[in-house]
């Protein structure tokens, strides 16, 4: 699928959220839409999934600080900067905003002569070249040549492509393609830079680079810890309570079977070995934390059991570790 135009995208009105939200705020309402939409909950109704696949990207740009900034920026501007089209075998969605043409000598600014080269304008004259497109602060040191310029670039991809790893195709300043191997366990905001693969220099020195950051969209279901996978498994209190085997999701594979202890608390971790990110770096583990469900509300016999449980039940204060604390 192909990058929308940050510029005729409104993220927040897809998020359903004010200009001013907070990163609190957003995160909750990004996750009570992605539970409402995500394929699993919507039984692969394509208009839903479509709806998820948007609040998701509108989420990883705004829950990002400096992509926040820049969309932002290109929306108060009336235009955006250059933008691309990435796609590619197997990309399924991967999406780029080649953000910034920069120099060397610019600090990291927006090269003006770059962007204008675009639209096929010209200068009469300049410090450096005669020509906008062209790299024109670079250093040439005592008379060597001048190294090209590095070009930034995004791109998006989902949360299984970073932790599995894929190689995409980005579309580049020129018009040309280049692949870009994403390795196994990419993180969020994490740099991969391409040698040689950016400006050529105007005078037969060395090319710039592409330096590609990565965002990652959220995933409704897992998140990262390191090399870990997390993911939170609802038990009820009978389960928790007198001990149960139970199914836990793994990412891109079959669930798996997991003992639950008699007398498992809420919060307990369990590990499964080995089914985390498999890196260069290592592999990780998938850590399933128990959360226990308490009914809203019992009716009948089960409302009657429960109460001869009551009556029967140990009398600790499970507080009294608590109150003693608060009172040092």
């Known amino acids: 699928m192909a990058s929308q135009d940050w510029f005729d995208r409104d993220f927040y009105k897809v998020l359903g959220v004010d200009k001013n939200v907070t990163d609190a705020e957003l995160k909750k309402t990004y996750r009570k839409l992605a539970r409402k939409y995500h394929p ?18 509108a989420y990883s740009v705004l829950s990002d600080k400096e992509q926040r900034e820049e969309y932002d920026q290109i929306r108060a501007m009336g235009a955006g900067a250059p933008r691309f089209t990435a796609g590619g075998q197997g990309t ?15 600090g990291g600014q927006p090269d003006f002569e770059d962007i204008f080269a675009m639209f096929g304008q010209q200068q009469g004259g ?9 790299p024109t602060g670079g250093f040439r040191g005592y008379g060597g040549p001048q190294r090209g310029a590095d070009v930034t670039a995004r791109t998006t991809i989902d949360f ?23 390795p196994a366990g990419v993180a969020d905001g994490q740099k991969i830079r391409l040698r040689g693969r950016g400006r ?12 590609v ?37 793994t990412l891109g594979g079959d669930p798996v079977k997991l003992r639950v202890a008699p007398g498992t608390p809420s919060g307990r971790v369990l590990r499964v070995k080995g089914r985390g990110v498999q890196s260069a770096k290592g592999t990780g583990d998938l850590l399933a934390e128990v959360q226990v469900v308490v009914p809203s509300h019992l009716e009948g016999r089960a409302r009657e059991a429960l109460e001869q449980y009551h009556a029967v039940e140990p009398k600790e204060n499970p507080r009294a570790d ?6 040092e």
Not at 40 to 57: L, R, W
Not at 95 to 100: I, K, T
Not at 235 to 244: I, K, N, S, Y
Request: charged share 25%.
């Open 213 to 249: 950051t990565v965002a990652v969209r959220p995933h409704a279901v897992f998140t990262r810890d390191g090399l870990n996978l997390r993911v939170t498994v609802p038990v009820t209190f009978t389960e928790a309570a007198l001990g149960a085997t139970i199914e836990v999701p």
């Open 200 to 211: 050529p220099s105007p005078d037969g020195g060395e090319a710039g680079d592409v330096v």
């Open 92 to 106: 399924g969605g991967f999406e780029d905003v080649f953000s910034r043409f920069t120099t060397r000598s610019s």
């Open 322 to 327: 608590l109150m003693a604390k608060a009172r």
């Open 40 to 57: 699993d909950s919507t039984q692969g109704d394509p208009v839903a999934e479509a709806k998820f696949k948007e609040i998701s990207e």
């Open 160 to 182: 299984a492509t970073a932790v599995k790893g894929d190689t995409i195709t980005l579309q580049g300043a020129e018009g040309k393609p280049f692949k870009v191997k994403i």
């Open 126 to 134: 300049g410090f450096g070249s005669g020509r906008f497109g062209q």
